[in-house]
């Protein structure tokens, strides 16, 4: 048997070096990239090294999901600007079209003495490089009185998928002159401005649709958050009275949350018979790279700026949110710019192709209002110590109505890009 | 003997390939493979078909000098958008002429939903 393996194997090897007439092939067969997550850093990164090694690399990707649901934009489907399936995208073309294997299973542990992924059903895949990009993980117990058991009563939505439906159905059902409590979360959590962007969507949903009178109230246990000024400018424009923000200084501590009774209780004031409370809390990186040990004290995983190698594993790259990536925020885009990054390098590693030096880039756009966006952004570059903002910008406070249309507009054709970008 | 044999032969019809195309069409003058790497900066915005959505305007199949002229009035901070303005700040004339390359030998193809 293990004979007559071996020559099977020489055998695809020799059939796939006169075709492509690939230099690499060795007599063990291709070099494996094991990706774990098809989210928007592990879909980006297997896509391009399969791409670019033009089946040099053999690319497995772990997914446990048929389809994925992208958190961005997932606030213009609450705003009433996006449908659910305009959110949704299939993985059959990075099949198709690169060669890719999807394995469709959670990925369980990573044995790194072995080089191997444990699955759900015990089988192992041998990787000689690997890519984590398993997003992050909630902190269940970081908000008192509320746990994973109580998501669908009070949900976070901060993963996209059902938790997204959930609470588009509960805005839908609010009445004028109900409240909404959103408890933001504490640093570091993937998207700075998207409780905001939310907040925003939630009220514009209700005000278009003769709920006026309702109130958000937003909790946050942060002194400060992102685009604050430019947030702040909106809902006094667009929805007065309707949106209150409220830092620890005024509030006094979240205290507890009732799922029962649909209160919340802080340091200040009780709020009770809440028609809505969107739970968003605390956040670490996905369990699987806590567990392999790759993860420091922050939750976080330390990475080498030049190539988002894992500081601690040479062979394991990790991206996205679950990474340490300096200045650069939690985001989609992030996570996608990084991925070509590694991609480039595993391809250099394992190929010997050309590499060059890394380069970052992010920008994060927020609707606020129809019409109105604005955008946060910057180019980043490794430095010893952690990747370093080379150039941002962010919108001004006194921008005309045409040029935040004409951004709104770019938001759009950045969700086509980077979602084509990601799966075909 | 084959696994000798096979790259000398691919390496025959990819310059017979070339000499082909070399007949058709100018040799670009930038470096066509380092402006592929570069373009996927680029292409988390722009679609490599050639469709426009939104404010992306396509960038696939323009003539290479027009390419670079407005690559550079916006690294030069001439043509306003922070986007654009960022994202070439740090690139070499070599590398804007490697992806004038790039994407000048795109074709023009917004019917591809990509
Ligand atoms: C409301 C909201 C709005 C946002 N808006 C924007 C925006 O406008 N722009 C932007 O750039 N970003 C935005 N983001 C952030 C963006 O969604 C994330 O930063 C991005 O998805 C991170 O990519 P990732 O690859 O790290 O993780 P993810 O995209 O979450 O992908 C992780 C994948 O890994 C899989 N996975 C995890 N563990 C395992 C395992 N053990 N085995 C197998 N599979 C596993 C999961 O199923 C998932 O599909 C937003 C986020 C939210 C919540």
Redesign the pocket.
């Known amino acids: 048997m293990i004979n007559r393996r071996h020559v099977l194997i020489g055998g695809s090897a020799l059939a796939a070096g006169s075709v492509l007439s690939a230099p690499m092939v060795r007599a063990q067969g291709k070099p494996k990239v094991v990706v ?9 990164a297997a896509k391009y090294i399969a791409k670019d090694s033009k089946g040099e690399i053999e690319v497995t990707l ?4 048929e389809a ?1 649901t ?6 213009l489907y609450l705003g009433g600007f996006k449908t659910f399936d305009e959110i949704t995208h299939k993985y059959d073309k990075l099949v198709s079209s690169y060669g890719i294997k999807h394995v469709r ?4 542990a990573i044995d790194r003495d072995k080089k191997q992924v444990v699955l ?1 059903d015990g089988s192992r895949v041998a990787y000689d490089r690997l890519v ?5 993980d909630l902190k269940y117990d970081s908000v008192a009185g509320w746990g994973k058991e109580h998501e669908e009563v009070m949900p976070h ?4 998928g059902p938790q ?1 439906q959930i609470l588009k159905k509960q805005l839908d059902a609010v009445k004028d002159g109900q409240t909404i409590v959103m408890i933001a979360p504490p640093n570091p959590y ?2 700075p ?3 905001y ?2 907040v925003s969507m939630m009220a514009h949903a209700l005000k278009s649709s003769g709920r006026g009178k309702a109130r958000i109230i937003i909790l946050d246990p942060k002194e400060n958050f992102s685009k604050q000024g430019l947030f702040q400018q909106a809902w006094e424009k667009y929805y007065p009275g309707l949106v209150e923000w409220l830092g620890p200084k005024v509030h006094d501590g979240i205290k507890s949350v009732d799922p029962k009774t649909m209160t919340v209780v802080t340091g200040f004031e009780t709020y009770k018979n809440c028609a809505l409370v969107n739970v ?1 809390p605390a956040q670490r990186a ?3 790279v806590i567990d392999a040990g790759l993860a420091n004290q922050t939750g976080f995983c330390p990475i080498n700026p030049e190539n988002m190698a894992s500081a601690s594993d040479p062979n394991i790259f990790i ?5 340490i990536a300096g200045d650069m ?8 710019s990084q ?1 070509k990054v590694a991609a480039l390098m595993i391809r250099g590693e394992l190929t010997k192709s050309r590499t060059f030096p890394a380069r970052y880039a ?5 609707l606020v209002a129809p019409d109105d966006t604005v955008k946060v952004g910057g180019r980043y570059e490794p430095k010893p110590d952690k990747i370093t903002a080379a150039e941002t910008f962010l919108s001004k406070l006194d921008e005309t109505p045409e040029h935040r249309k004409q951004v709104q507009t770019e ?1 759009i054709g950045w ?1 086509a890009g ?1 979602t084509a970008d990601m799966f075909t | 003997m084959k696994i000798i044999a096979a790259p000398a032969i691919a390496s025959a019809a990819a310059m017979f390939t070339f000499g082909a195309l070399a007949q058709d069409k100018p040799k670009p003058k930038g470096d066509v493979a380092f402006g592929e790497y570069l373009s996927s900066l680029c292409v988390t915005c722009h679609l490599p078909s050639g469709k426009a959505v939104g404010g992306i305007p396509p960038i696939v199949a323009w003539p290479e000098d027009q390419f670079v002229a407005v690559v550079n009035s916006y690294r030069w901070k001439e043509r306003d958008n922070e986007v654009m303005q960022t994202v070439t700040a740090q690139l070499s004339d070599d590398e804007i002429a490697a992806l004038a390359a790039y994407f000048g030998g795109l074709p023009n193809q917004p019917e591809v939903a990509k």
């Open positions: 774990i997550g098809g989210g928007a850093g592990g879909a980006t772990i997914e446990p999901k994925y992208t958190c961005f934009h997932s606030n299973q959670w990925a369980n759900a984590v990009s398993p997003g992050i939505a901060w993963q996209a997204t993937r998207c401005p998207g409780p962007e939310r968003i996905g369990k699987i991206l996205g949110d679950a990474s925020p939690k985001s989609g885009f992030s996570a996608n991925a992010n920008t994060c756009w927020s938001n969700y980077i």
